[in-house]
């Protein structure tokens, strides 16, 4: 199972980041190019970002673009 986040949610979603972990931010500007975070969809969610989901089966390929989470 696969989650994501569209590129025109980006902004959104690494300011909630900001909003949430101002400490990891000030130790590392760049934080958001590392990824060190999860949140579940339904946090997100209720932040207002939208997430989706897409079943990754067997045989099949899931393809991510550059600017989305």
Known sequence: MWYAVPHEQMDMMERLWKTLFP??????????????????????????????RATHEAGSFMFTSPAAY
């Open 23 to 52: 400490h990891l931010f000030a130790r590392h500007p760049d934080l958001c190019y590392w990824k060190t975070c999860l949140f579940s969809p339904a946090a997100l969610h209720s932040f207002g970002i939208k997430v989706y």
